[in-house]
């Protein structure tokens, strides 16, 4: 069975030494593929350097909704001469934030925007960080979605099952983490449940928040084995049958196919 971590911060200030270890660990139970997504400048360029070395590896650039109060004045220059070289597969992580208030509501739409339109102008996709903002997030992507094409990943996706619908309608891919396999989040799972087999990617969101069992500890790709057991349980498929498309949908979706 092969695996594919849609979504995980791999780069090398947030895991040092460790970066070797942890690769091959992912590459041991089957996870050969990894989508290493940047939220600033510095480690957007760090991932694009990762994935140019390692097989299997592609990379995202872009600012965190709740890191653009903090950008500097030429960082989104960086970001956009980053996209444009062709090192990297996806534009994100990006989106809106409601939750967490790091940044004003217009910073981050302003941000938010200028993604989209840079994705929509190069063709790659966005890579889209929701925080119970999926409402207003889903709106921006309607606009998008009516001016040309558009390609999207929901990650770490927590909306509800007509959000969902409306995703898949505008042509998202829908990611899934470790939350998903949390005894509490039994909605989560249904919401999961609903979404077409091939829109559906798992992810790890590394080094955050990892799935039962490993609650608790530094997240890593390997564990994205266990949220895909998880899903393929609750929507009742074999889990060499779901690891395949999942796989497969990262891979087109990032057209990786190395
Ligand atoms: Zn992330």
């Keep these: 069975m092969v695996f594919f971590d849609s979504h995980c911060h791999l780069d090398p200030i947030r895991y040092g030494a460790d970066l070797n270890p942890v690769l091959e660990r992912a590459r041991a139970v089957g996870v050969t593929g990894m989508a290493v997504i940047g939220t600033r400048a510095v480690d957007s360029e760090a991932a694009a350097m990762l994935a140019a070395r390692e097989p299997g590896l592609v990379a995202a650039a872009g600012i965190h909704p709740n890191d653009v109060a903090e950008a500097e004045p030429d960082e989104w220059d960086r970001i956009v001469a980053l996209v444009e070289s062709g090192r990297v597969a996806a534009v994100g992580e990006t989106g809106l934030d409601w939750y967490r208030t790091t940044a004003p509501p217009d910073t981050q739409r302003d941000y938010f925007d200028r993604h989209i339109r840079l994705a929509s102008r190069v063709g790659l996709p966005l890579v889209i960080h929701t925080r119970e903002s999926t409402r207003d997030c889903l709106t921006m992507l309607r606009e998008a979605a009516a001016r040309g094409p558009l390609a999207a990943i929901l990650h770490s996706f927590t909306g509800t099952a007509d959000e969902a619908a409306e995703a898949v309608e505008l042509?998202?891919?829908?990611?899934?983490?470790?939350?998903?396999?949390?005894?509490?989040?039994?909605?989560?799972?249904?919401?999961?449940?609903?979404?077409?087999?091939?829109r559906l990617l798992v992810e790890?969101?590394?080094?955050?928040?990892?799935?039962?069992?490993?609650?608790?500890?530094?997240n890593e790709p390997a564990n994205v084995v266990h949220t895909a057991a998880c899903l393929a349980l609750a929507r009742?498929?074999?889990?060499?049958?779901?690891?395949?498309?999942?796989?497969?949908?990262?891979?087109?979706?990032?057209?990786s196919d190395r």
């Design 204 to 218: 790890t969101d590394s080094p955050f928040l990892s799935p039962e069992p490993l609650r608790g500890k530094r």
């Design 171 to 198: 042509g998202c891919h829908l990611g899934f983490a470790g939350m998903v396999t949390f005894r509490s989040a039994a909605d989560l799972r249904s919401v999961a449940t609903t979404v077409p087999l091939d």
């Design 236 to 255: 009742g498929e074999a889990l060499p049958v779901f690891a395949a498309a999942t796989t497969a949908n990262a891979r087109r979706v990032y057209r």
